[in-house]
């Protein structure tokens, strides 16, 4: 995909070539930012703490390791998506972002 803008994923989710099972967009005052946020879903509170296990992608990284997530890339700011393995289908989780705002 072309001028998408980047997105954020977890290393553990990229290196270890794991498929996505939560993803949420949020406004970025960034403008070369999509928004976008993958997660593998194992990724330990301590894991997360460590800033050196986020990194900044291009969005077809993210495509080569999990198609199945093309479909709601343009989803707007905001949402948030779950599914509970590799083969269910993505949910919507209602209300992520201002739970974390609070």
Known sequence: MEKFGFVTATKMLVDEKRKVHF???EESQNPQSS???FFC????PEYMDNPDNIAIYDINTILEVDK???PYLSA???M????KHE???FT???DFLEEVEK
């Open 87 to 89: 083969n269910a289908p």
């Open 41 to 44: 879903g194992e990724e330990t």
């Open 80 to 83: 948030a998506f779950e599914r």
């Open 68 to 70: 199945s997530i093309a």
């Open 76 to 78: 707007t700011y905001g």
């Open 23 to 25: 993803m949420y967009r």
């Open 35 to 37: 928004g976008w946020n």
């Open 92 to 94: 919507v989780v209602e």
